[in-house]
């Protein structure tokens, strides 16, 4: 049974900077897009950032040049490294992964709290 796991998050002031990871366990195929979304209190869930297989990267407007989605396909983990965080970065990050013959999968979530 595959398994998407986020341990991290936590409290970081303005323009601080935090890193989030993601490892995926069992057996896994093919990967077809994996990345980040994020759900603020009292909204919808949004992408954040995300790789496509084709070689393609996916991100929110928000984020551009301030949010760095990386992978370690050893250790089966993605990485979200955030510099220059607002306040309204404050969310729930979930880790996705869409696996071929397996469909889709969500970590349980992150809480990250950006705030003086």
């Not at 790789?51 to 990386?70: E, P």
């Not at 404050?90 to 889709?104: E, H, K, R, S």
Request: with cysteine.
């Amino acid at each position: 049974q595959v398994q998407l796991v986020e341990p991290g998050g936590g409290l970081v002031q303005p323009g601080g900077s935090l890193r989030v990871s993601c490892a995926a366990s069992g057996t896994i195929f093919i990967v077809t897009r994996m990345g980040w979304y994020r759900q603020a209190p009292g909204k919808g869930r949004e992408l954040v950032e995300m790789f496509i297989s084709d070689g393609t990267l996916r991100y929110a407007d928000s984020v551009k040049g301030r949010f760095t989605i990386s992978t370690d396909n050893a250790k089966k983990t993605v990485y979200l490294q955030m510099n220059s965080l607002m306040p309204e970065d404050t969310a729930v990050y979930y880790c996705f992964a869409n696996f071929v013959q397996l469909g889709n999968y969500w970590g349980q979530g992150t809480q990250v709290t950006v705030s003086s």
